[in-house]
């Protein structure tokens, strides 16, 4: 709540103080499954605080710590659909962190392993659309560090499997706003790199495609901001 009115000290305070309770928990019994997850959800929250603030070093700290928790999680439970998905999360933050700090081989690295796991959430249930969706966010991450570092034949190649991912999502569910909004995204994008590569005629093709999503989002409802992003 705290952080949500934008009084981050307080949240800050409030997080670090369920970390406490947290690690004084696992002093008890280093085996408390529930006390592990719990430690690693402050840790994320701190994590979270300390990237809006800035502090991008003591988030990543913070993130690093949290993915080395769930690590420890995942060996104990490798088929846990719930710890595969906290690991996932855990390595897109470091990623993001990483990619926000310029380090972009680390960043590619976190994000390749969040890809991974995305990869076997689906594999576990093709019918997940959340799982579907997380994974195209997934490899959408590896394609922008690919294109940061100049990589565009293999930004466009993770912005195409991206943008089919959410092809299919929408076929799934056409009225569903959020896959509206991130298939206009996965166009825009391939839209980007096709005109960064002076293949204009398919990046007018995409962007025209991403404008009439932007469009029918927009006629739904006026107030959407998000829409005219």
Same mark, same amino acid.
């Given at each position: 709540?705290?952080?949500k009115?934008?009084?981050? *000290? ?6 670090? %103080? ?16 529930v &006390?592990?997850?719990?430690v ?7 994590? =979270?605080?300390? /990237?809006?603030?800035? !502090?991008?070093?003591? &988030? ?6 949290? #993915? ?7 060996? =104990? ?23 926000a700090?310029?380090?972009? +081989?680390?960043?590619?690295? *976190?994000?390749? !392993? ?16 959340? *799982? $579907?969706?997380?994974?195209?966010? &997934? ?10 570092q ?12 991206? #943008? !089919?991912?959410?092809?299919?999502l ?12 991130l ?13 960064a +590569? ?5 990046? #007018?093709?995409?962007?025209? %495609?991403?404008? !009439? ?10 107030t959407?901001?998000? /829409?005219? $992003?």
């Open positions: 709540l705290r952080e009115e934008g009084n981050l *000290a307080q949240a800050l305070k409030a997080f670090e %103080e369920s970390l406490e309770f947290g690690r004084k928990r696992l002093a008890l019994d280093s085996t408390n499954v &006390a592990l997850c719990n690693s959800i402050a840790l994320d929250d701190i994590g =979270r605080v300390k /990237a809006t603030k800035g !502090e991008l070093s003591r &988030a990543l700290q913070a993130y690093e710590a949290s #993915l080395d928790l769930r690590l420890d999680l995942i060996s =104990r439970d490798s088929t846990n659909a719930v710890t595969l998905g906290n690991l996932s999360v855990s390595f897109g933050n470091v990623g993001d962190t990483r990619m700090l310029g380090a972009l +081989e680390p960043a590619l690295q *976190a994000y390749g !392993e969040a890809l991974e796991l995305s990869r076997k959430l689906v594999a576990l249930d093709s019918t997940n659309a959340n *799982a $579907r969706r997380n994974l195209s966010a &997934a490899i959408e991450k590896v394609g922008g560090v690919r294109e940061a100049g990589d565009l034949p293999q930004a466009l190649k993770a912005y195409e499997e991206a #943008l !089919e991912l959410r092809r299919e929408m076929a799934m569910d056409p009225t569903n706003a959020t896959n509206l909004r298939f206009s995204i996965a166009l825009n994008r391939v839209g980007g790199v096709r005109e +590569e002076g293949d204009f005629p398919p990046a #007018l093709q995409a962007y025209q %495609e991403a404008l !009439e999503l932007r469009r029918a989002l927009l006629a739904r409802d006026s959407d901001m998000t /829409a005219l $992003r």
